[in-house]
């Protein structure tokens, strides 16, 4: 779930792994422009649901496996990427990058 488009796709994305019994959603990548922004505020949500609670307060953070960040500690990442700009950003967490 990186670069965040905010795009109803990605919003179904979050709502359908929400309850999930064998996933949480611990952090949320996105672009420079909406990176340190709280998710609830960065997005235009579209859904008739609300924001589920926990991801509203999730901290939007860049899209790499960088050593602070939250998505560096996540044994699994999920991407709802725009092919235009999937390949590098995914191949970095595929194989483990330098940063882990």
């Not at 919003?11 to 999930?20: D, M, P, V």
């Given at each position: 779930m990186c670069k965040i488009t905010f795009s109803i796709i990605k919003?179904?994305?979050?709502?359908?792994?929400?309850?999930?019994p064998w996933f949480e959603i611990a952090a949320l990548g996105a672009s420079e422009k909406s990176?340190?922004?709280y998710y609830d505020a960065a997005v235009n949500w579209k859904l008739p649901?609300?924001?589920p609670e926990a991801i509203s307060r999730l901290v939007l953070e860049e899209c790499t496996?960088?050593?602070d960040g939250q998505l560096s500690k996540?044994?699994?990442v999920f991407s709802a990427l725009d092919a235009s700009i999937a390949g590098a950003i995914e191949e970095d967490f595929a194989?483990?990058?330098e940063f882990w």
């Open positions: 919003h179904r994305f979050i709502q359908l792994l929400e309850h999930h990176q340190g922004k649901t609300p924001i496996p960088h050593p996540c044994k699994l194989k483990g990058n």
